[in-house]
């Protein structure tokens, strides 16, 4: 079990290190001119030469790409990711502090979709071919075609505007001191954005499990357990489940890609200050060393999940639980 | 199907026709044995269209397990190629061995690779795609029947179809499948509905092997099962209610002390499958392991709990002892020669013709999707016995005789076979 | 004693198919309107039809598209503006139809770029031994492990923005799962009996791949092609809607959405419905147009 867990982590170390290379390589390259998109165009012309070679050199305009990253690579592995330039503050400030945000919509997605998608696959597939299942089919084929941003602005459209059940933005009421925010009124501003993304989430998992669990159906175990004289439900949840929980399981984890993709689009339209909007503000900002950060942690979140699941799966199967015990009794 | 309640009166059964052969003659129907359930078979003898044994019982005046006219298609695309070879690839179709579990698996490769050959890819595509379904028998018109008491082997060529009629029994069936045919279960006649519900309930599966169990669940646990709604519907628990007085004559036979509703509680379960696990002899030590920390032998034992845990009439053996060495396959099938003396019935599917000759009452010869003879164990010991030709090609088959395979094939097809000897 | 047999109907080898119909039926397969390659047919038939008149549409609408009239602003929808108009008078059916013919034109280049990236870079993972597998099956993950947006943000404030930075960007961010399935369907048939076969019989390395393999991939190269389609589009509007696609001066259904958020709280809903239906239209399409296919050569499924 140890070995497979350090055999995980080492990868995962390779693969942001590989991230932070290609994320370096790839702002590096860029046509947009870093002194003029921090500074403007107008104080950029206004400017005295002097001030610019200044700025220049701080941006590192002069030095061979490897250097400046030798040099980013130095003082991020010390813990220090740079400046953001569009919010005047470390990046590792403003990213634990988006991060929290995004982290809040993000769990409650990710946890929503996945038991919900889950169930429903699991009901489409003990259903086959009636109305169950063509109902949560046709849900999410539906669901799978729709745009994430679109459905956030009809959600905003018929619960924010035309219901007034939710506020139309941002993740605490505006002109709120701080200190005055309720956890209820975080949540009741976290509710639409989490529920755009719960409902677009479904439909990934749900497919999958459903095409899981008819195959489950068809193997010989499930079989048998119908031979015997379960019905196909209960042979689903007395032998399917945890068969199934295993992939979906992992298929989960490795959504948490596309629910960090979808945040950020869900955040732009509903204005929720997490790390996705960070990262469309740094980008259109060319706010460099902000999005080199995002896009570190978006993958080592990505990553870490993977591995959970890797290491989950050793938890949950039997078989190699019991293999990696008498290995260890050898 | 009509019939005048006199002329089923000898047989003692309320609704349908005890042997269930709706073309019987009022003639044979008038001078019936007066009870049949106890005529002593004398060995190998014939009625019914099919040679009896010792071991043949007529419980209740019918056949334990009856299948009748079997039909089994399945809905295919037929195959792009020309025109001329359509002939040839339905048959192909029929004996291809993924049948056996799900019809159409593994061929849709195939078909693929069909659109690459040779072809206009373009026309190819349009083929493939124009395709027309149609139905492509597999099993057709058979008829085997399992008496009380006694073993009946169905013995035929490996993926040659012969799972799917245990499928048919257990009320089990594809997608795709179209399935014909009557099935008896004790007297009644069955649809698929009451098929579905006499699965663990008056008819068991003993699959082939340990993949047939959950991975990842304790045996202990899957052998005593879950606790299921009452499975019996109403009217046919009224209809078991009412036989109960004939079956008194009966009361070593395996099922009688079934309880009407379901499987009991919980309790109930554990107890019954320590006190099986006790019989045959695995320790409580095994009911806490998985599947795949079974040996063989554990495995068939385990799986043999596993039916026996519903207290069946009728057990199916799929292809029981594959895997294992002659000693086991031995053991295993005294267990079920066990099961069967208690008065239970045994439909044993195998491709061994040898084994099925050393454990069975009686052979069932399947071969070209239907049984081509139902006949005593006695009747193998010479080929004058055997009426169908393909019998016979088996017995020269067999190792102790001449394995003189083409040869008696070649010969026993000049002779005419004669499908109704008298008795 | 009585012989029942006597009467009872021979059943012998011979006697085939007699009175079938007279048998009780115990199962028959689900009667179905179209069988599934009907359906995949007359679905694949509606989508390219639905494709050429948005294409269509869309070019000669371009006109129509920019126009606007100041006396039709801000109109719900009605008979003569079936989308409704927009503050600036232009009519939404005309914006949609142009806005949707620019993504799918991205959409079908980013797709098909990325498909030809996928089978290269998942042939050579598969062929080129074992190095070449390790880079690309590394930059597989690596390209998976970063969220689709944030790759695309990555992308374009690398190369730029605009209608060609959406495309490089979209199509060099969807290849990792095709190329994925690629190689592990190239691993599968090199191993398989016909192709030890061919090059015991001394097929040259060449000849093989044309004959074998390419026919092999083929079938995944094509549903991939077709489901990467409506991925595509789906990721060049999101991206556009972000403000790193295309230009706001272009319509593109990602602008006419982003825009139309600073006049949802007034209340002009058809700003964002009707363009957004359009698009969800077009994607489903092909996304059921690619999923037959991919039954169609499921061979689990092939037979529905």
Not at chain 2, 279 to 286: H, Q
Not at chain 3, 198 to 226: C, E, M, N, T
């Amino acid at each position: 079990m140890a070995a497979r867990v350090a055999q995980q982590l080492v990868k995962f170390i390779v693969l942001i290190f590989a991230v932070s290379v290609v994320a370096f390589f790839l702002v590096s390259i860029s046509p947009i001119d870093p002194v003029q998109a921090n500074v403007g165009q107008v104080a950029y012309l206004n400017m005295s030469e002097a001030k610019r070679a200044q700025l220049a050199e701080y941006w590192g305009v002069g030095t061979p790409l490897w250097e400046r990253y030798g040099h980013w690579l130095g003082s991020a592995l010390q813990g220090d990711l740079g400046l953001s330039l569009r919010y005047n503050a470390p990046v590792t400030d403003v990213i634990a502090v988006r991060f929290a945000n995004s982290a809040a919509l993000m769990l409650v997605a990710w946890v929503i979709s996945g038991v919900l998608g889950f169930a429903l696959g699991i009901v489409a597939a003990a259903f086959k071919d009636r109305w169950p299942d063509r109902l949560i089919k046709g849900y999410c084929f539906l669901l799978a075609s729709t745009p994430t941003f679109w459905l956030a602005l009809v959600f905003l459209i018929v619960f924010a505007v035309w219901l007034g059940w939710f506020p139309l933005g941002f993740s605490v009421p505006i002109g709120v001191a701080p200190g005055d925010v309720t956890l209820l009124d975080s949540l009741h501003h976290l509710a639409l954005p989490a529920l755009t993304l719960s409902v677009v989430g479904v439909a990934n998992i749900a497919l999958h499990t459903r095409e899981k669990a008819i195959d489950v159906l068809q193997s010989d175990a499930l079989r048998f357990a119908r031979a015997r004289g379960q019905s196909t439900a209960g042979a689903l949840l007395h032998h399917g489940l945890r068969n199934l929980a295993l992939p979906a399981l992992t298929l989960q984890f490795a959504s948490i890609s596309e629910i960090f993709g979808g945040s950020v689009l869900v955040e732009q339209v509903f204005s929720y200050p997490g790390l996705g909007q960070a990262a469309v503000t740094a980008g259109l900002g060319g706010d460099v060393a902000l999005l080199v950060g995002i896009t570190i942690l978006s993958a080592a979140f990505v990553f870490g999940g993977n591995l959970l699941a890797n290491v989950l799966y050793g938890v949950i199967d039997p078989r190699i639980r019991r293999a990696e015990r008498k290995e260890n009794h050898a | 199907m009509q019939r005048k309640p006199s002329e089923i009166a000898p047989y003692n059964l309320p609704t349908t026709d005890a042997l269930g052969h709706p073309e019987m003659s009022s003639a044979a129907a008038a001078q019936p044995p007066r009870n049949h359930s106890l005529i002593e078979h004398s060995s190998t003898q014939e009625h019914h269209h099919h040679a009896h044994t010792p071991a043949s019982r007529h419980a209740g005046g019918h056949h334990l397990l009856q299948v009748e006219g079997l039909n089994i298609g399945f809905t295919l695309y037929e195959s792009s190629r020309r025109q001329g070879d359509d002939r040839q690839s339905a048959a192909a179709g029929k004996g291809d061995d993924g049948l056996g579990q799900s019809a159409g698996a593994g061929r849709a490769q195939h078909v693929g690779q069909d659109s690459k050959a040779g072809q206009a890819p373009f026309f190819a595509a349009q083929a493939f795609l124009r395709a027309r379904q149609n139905l492509v028998p597999v099993i057709h018109d058979l008829h085997v029947s399992v008496h009380a008491g006694e073993i009946v082997a169905i013995v035929g060529a490996s993926g040659s179809g012969k799972t799917l009629l245990a499928d048919a029994i257990m009320g089990m069936f594809e997608p795709n499948a179209t399935v014909k045919g009557r099935i008896w279960f004790d007297g009644e006649e069955q649809d698929a509905r009451s098929l579905a519900q006499l699965r663990g309930n008056g008819i068991s599966l003993v699959p082939q092997s340990i993949n047939h169990l959950d991975p990842l669940m304790k045996v202990g646990k899957q052998v005593q099962g879950f606790a299921k709604k009452a499975p019996i519907a109403g009217k046919m628990r009224e209809n078991r209610a009412k036989r109960l007085p004939m079956r008194e004559q009966d009361l070593s036979a395996p099922g009688h002390s079934q309880s009407l509703s379901g499987r009991g509680t919980r309790k109930e379960r554990v107890r019954k499958q320590q006190e099986l696990f006790a019989r045959y002899g695995l320790t409580p030590k095994v009911a806490q392991q998985y599947p795949f920390e079974l040996s063989g032998g554990m495995a068939r034992r385990v799986l043999l709990c596993c039916a026996l845990m519903d207290n069946p009439r009728v057990i199916i053996a799929d292809e029981p002892t594959p895997g294992l060495d002659l000693e086991l396959a031995r053991l295993a099938l005294a267990d079920f020669r066990d099961f069967a003396n208690a008065g239970g019935g045994v439909l044993l599917i195998t491709h061994d013709i040898e084994l099925a000759l050393q454990v069975a009452d009686r052979v069932a010869v399947f071969n070209d999707g239907t049984v081509v003879e139902e006949t005593a164990v006695a009747h193998f010991a010479s080929p004058v016995t055997l009426k169908h030709p393909f019998s016979r090609a088996l017995w020269h088959a067999l190792p102790e005789h001449d394995f003189a395979v083409c040869e008696a094939v070649d010969k026993s097809a000049l002779l005419p076979f004669d499908g109704d000897a008298p008795c | 004693m009585p012989d029942l047999a006597a009467s009872r109907p021979a059943h012998s080898a011979h006697s085939v198919h007699r009175g079938t119909d007279l048998l009780p039926i115990l199962h028959a397969p689900r009667a179905r309107l179209l069988n599934n390659r009907r359906q995949t047919v007359v679905v694949l038939v509606v989508a390219l039809l639905l494709l050429a008149a948005v294409v269509l549409t869309g070019r000669l609408l371009d006109g129509a598209a920019q126009q606007t009239d100041f006396t039709a602003k801000n109109l719900a929808p009605s008979l003569q503006h079936l989308f409704g108009t927009d503050w600036m008078g232009r009519d939404m059916l005309a914006r949609s139809l142009a806005g949707l013919s620019t993504s799918v034109l991205v959409g079908l280049l980013a797709a098909g770029t990325s498909a030809v990236l996928a089978l290269l870079l998942g042939t050579a993972a598969a062929l080129g031994g074992k190095k070449a597998d390790t880079a690309i099956t590394w930059l597989i993950d690596l390209m998976m492990g970063i969220p689709h947006i944030v790759l695309l943000i990555l992308i374009s404030f690398a190369i730029g923005r605009g209608f060609w930075g959406v495309t490089i960007g979209v199509a060099l961010t969807h290849w990792p799962n095709l190329a994925r399935l690629i190689r592990a369907e190239i691993l599968q048939c090199k191993e398989s009996s016909f192709v030890a076969v061919a090059r015991k019989l001394g097929r040259s390395p060449v000849r093989i791949a044309l004959d074998h393999l390419l026919p092999y991939v083929f079938p995944q190269l094509l549903v991939g092609l077709v489901l990467l389609f409506p991925h595509a589009i789906l990721h060049e509007a999101a991206i556009t809607f972000l403000g790193f696609g295309l230009p706001p001066e272009q319509p593109a259904i990602g602008i006419i959405l982003s825009e139309s958020m600073s006049y949802l709280s007034a209340g002009m809903w058809w700003l964002a419905l009707f363009p957004g239906l359009a698009l969800i239209a077009t994607v489903f399409l092909f996304d059921r147009a690619g999923s037959n296919l991919r039954t169609l050569i499921d061979p689990h499924r092939s037979q529905e």
